[in-house]
């Protein structure tokens, strides 16, 4: 039991020092910025996501299995990848209908 | 009104469907509904102070304060509903035996409520936090009417709650003498898929490799936002294309727990003897 964790924590720690693509996401006036994101395939990236608005917002894309609440004015992060090539479309739960992007991996 | 009903609706219905569980397994338990009542009230009044205090916890731990946050209660929920599997297959027995007199179950029932309850406050304050802060968000930018916020969310609440009910009265249909046996099998299996939902926050986060994503696609099949996808995902922790580490934890956290139970069993009947 106490290898297997040890093993999950160097691993763990491992895959924090490979994340080394960073990629930046504003949202204002309940909209994404950049609205489609291009990512390269095969590695793992940071998306920091500032949220502008006052308002909390959930980041949320069903294709890449993340949902993450941002409240009002803050920052957070995801990780996402490595992806195979493709459009993943993401949302902003709270605001569907402004808040939409992809991100795009070649 | 219908787009606000149907976020709530998505948000309650992860919730109802483990009270539905809950509320079956204490099934023949006196002075469950306080209980569940309690746990509910309790996970609503966490949602509102999570809700809160959610800036302080995005910020904490270098942005991935909420993860770990999930990741901790999913994970209190497991050990809950494990510790619960193996008292069911312990005193159970006895319980579904006198499942019609109240005296011999009073003893013992009361373990389980207070096990279920936390089960039940952390189910409800998970989705109950981010209900809140949706609620607040549409407050707040005046996008929407106070009749559209209200109607709506009593319109998405109504239909969550009618989903565990119906599964609910659905279980109490099950012959008793296959009811425990279900339930137990459930119990696990929800188990199992929050084990499974910890580790995707803990791999979102980058505290756990993925191994591998997604390990399959069914999303061209039964997608995780369609109704039956939806429900199996609150019931059984179905997910559409998973990470290899969560089909890795939900497999483990199944096995483990059934072999639990299976022990706790075989040692109260070699008790017995």
Not at chain 1, 66 to 95: C, D, M, Q, W
Request: one cysteine or more.
């Amino acid at each position: 039991m106490q290898k297997i964790f040890a093993l999950l924590l160097i691993s763990a720690s491992m895959t924090a020092f490979a994340a080394d693509i960073e990629i930046k996401l504003v949202i204002e006036n309940h909209r994404f910025q950049p609205e489609t994101v291009n990512v390269p395939t095969g590695k793992k990236v940071k998306l920091v996501i500032e949220n502008r608005d006052s308002t909390p917002e959930e980041f949320e894309s069903h294709p890449l299995n993340r949902e993450k609440v941002i409240p009002g004015k803050s920052t957070g992060t995801v990780y996402i990848g490595p992806l195979a090539a493709g459009t993943y479309p993401f949302v902003g739960e709270f605001n569907e209908k402004t808040a939409k992007g992809f991100i795009v991996a070649k | 009104m219908f787009a606000t009903s149907l976020i709530i609706f998505r948000e309650v219905l992860e919730a109802a469907l483990v009270i539905g569980i809950v509320a079956a397994a204490t099934r023949g338990i006196p002075a469950r509904g306080r209980w569940l009542f309690g746990g509910a009230m309790l996970g609503l009044l966490g949602s509102a102070i999570i809700a809160a205090s959610m800036g302080a916890i995005a910020q904490f731990a270098d942005g991935i304060g909420q993860e770990l946050f999930n990741a901790c209660i999913l994970g209190a929920a497991v050990v809950m509903l494990a510790w619960h599997s193996m008292w069911m297959a312990s005193r159970g027995q006895a319980i579904s035996q006198q499942a019609r007199s109240l005296g011999g179950a009073i003893r013992g029932g009361r373990q389980s409520l207070s096990i279920l309850l936390v089960v039940v406050a952390v189910a409800v304050l998970r989705e109950g936090a981010e209900t809140v802060l949706f609620l607040y968000g549409i407050s707040v930018t005046g996008t929407t009417s106070l009749v559209e916020m209200i109607g709506g969310g009593a319109l998405g609440l109504a239909g969550g709650a009618a989903a565990g009910l119906a599964l609910y009265m659905g279980l109490l249909r099950i012959p008793v003498r296959w009811f425990f046996s279900v339930i137990s099998v459930l119990v696990i299996l929800l188990a199992a898929g929050m084990a499974a939902q910890a580790a995707r926050f803990l791999v979102q986060a980058d505290l756990l490799p993925s191994l591998s994503a997604p390990l399959w696609d069914f999303s061209n099949f039964m997608p995780n936002e369609s109704p039956a996808g939806a429900v199996l995902h609150g019931l059984v922790g179905y997910d559409a294309h998973p990470a290899g580490i969560q089909v890795l934890f939900y497999v483990t956290v199944a096995i483990a727990i059934a072999l639990g139970t299976q022990w706790a069993k075989s040692r109260t009947i070699s008790a017995k003897k």
